[in-house]
């Protein structure tokens, strides 16, 4: 099976408040990108996976989103669970276009 590779354009990075975040749906995908306070951008599923918690209203700590549901931990930047929990949420690659202020995703697909 071959895998092919999307770059979609999803906003703006002015649009992400720092240490704030945002949703936006890609196809059937519901993407959470966080702007953390020293300026990174990433992205995940917006979706724990535990009981599908909306990441995107928990609390961020570093680089870790507390689930607003159970309090789950998810570092945002591998997608995996903290101890004692398990698990893994998927992640996007996002690649900021530094002049124009926009941000894009790298969707894969089979
Ligand atoms: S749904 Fe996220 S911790 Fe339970």
Same mark, same amino acid.
């Given at each position: 099976?071959?895998?092919?590779? /999307?770059?979609?354009?999803?906003?703006?990075?002015?649009?992400?408040? /720092?240490?704030? @975040?945002?949703t936006?749906?890609?196809?059937?995908?519901?993407?959470a &990108?966080?702007? &953390? @306070?020293?300026?990174?951008? &990433?992205?995940?599923?917006n979706k724990c996976?535990?009981?599908?918690g909306l990441l995107s209203e928990g609390?961020?700590?570093?680089?870790?989103?507390?689930?607003p549901?159970?309090?789950? /931990?998810?570092?945002?930047? @591998?997608?995996?669970?903290?101890?004692?929990?398990?698990?893994?949420?998927?992640?996007?690659?996002?690649?900021?276009?530094?002049?124009?202020?926009?941000?894009?995703?790298? &969707?894969?697909?089979?």
């Amino acid at each position: 099976m071959t895998m092919h590779t /999307r770059k979609v354009l999803v906003g703006e990075v002015a649009d992400v408040d /720092r240490k704030g @975040s945002r949703t936006i749906r890609v196809d059937e995908l519901e993407i959470a &990108l966080f702007r &953390l @306070s020293d300026g990174q951008i &990433l992205a995940v599923e917006n979706k724990c996976p535990h009981k599908g918690g909306l990441l995107s209203e928990g609390m961020v700590c570093g680089t870790k989103v507390h689930c607003p549901l159970h309090d789950w /931990r998810i570092d945002l930047v @591998s997608g995996r669970v903290q101890d004692p929990d398990t698990g893994c949420v998927r992640t996007f690659p996002v690649a900021i276009d530094a002049e124009r202020g926009l941000i894009y995703l790298t &969707l894969q697909y089979a």
